[in-house]
């Protein structure tokens, strides 16, 4: 037989356990990169969500934010992914096309 209090401690515990919030689930985007262009950035980013470009041009490109947060080269036919630890906009560049530019607007 099970004592009282036991069954009582047992059941605070089932009731605190269910009650606490899931873990908010961190999200995939992809920009394309094609024809000398960035693809429109996806909306609803947001922090500790990873944002992949896709490079799907004949050249070798970078996604390279302005504020220093990522840099990366990005070879044809390959992908190169980053998190996003912070919110705000992200402005981004080519830096072998400079006329190549992305915006990113990363929510809380």
Same mark, same amino acid.
């Given at each position: 037989?099970?004592?009282? *209090?036991?069954?009582?401690?047992?059941?605070?515990?089932?009731?605190?356990? *269910?009650?606490?919030?899931?873990?908010?689930?961190?999200?995939?985007?992809?920009? +394309?990169? #094609?024809?000398?262009?960035?693809?429109?950035?996806?909306?609803?980013?947001? +922090?500790?969500?990873?944002?992949?470009?896709?490079?799907?041009?004949?050249? +070798?490109? *970078?996604?390279?934010?302005?504020? #220093?947060?990522?840099?990366?080269?990005?070879?044809?036919?390959?992908?190169? *992914?980053?998190? /996003?630890?912070?919110?705000?906009?992200?402005?981004?560049?080519?830096?072998?096309?400079?006329? /190549?530019?992305?915006?990113?607007?990363?929510?809380?």
């Amino acid at each position: 037989m099970t004592s009282i *209090s036991a069954r009582a401690g047992f059941c605070l515990l089932a009731i605190f356990t *269910s009650a606490a919030a899931p873990a908010p689930t961190a999200h995939r985007f992809r920009i +394309v990169i #094609q024809d000398l262009a960035f693809g429109a950035a996806p909306a609803g980013i947001r +922090v500790g969500d990873t944002v992949e470009w896709d490079n799907q041009d004949i050249l +070798v490109h *970078s996604v390279t934010a302005q504020d #220093q947060s990522f840099d990366a080269d990005v070879k044809p036919g390959a992908k190169v *992914s980053f998190t /996003m630890h912070r919110a705000g906009v992200i402005r981004y560049l080519c830096k072998y096309h400079p006329g /190549m530019q992305g915006i990113l607007n990363v929510g809380e």
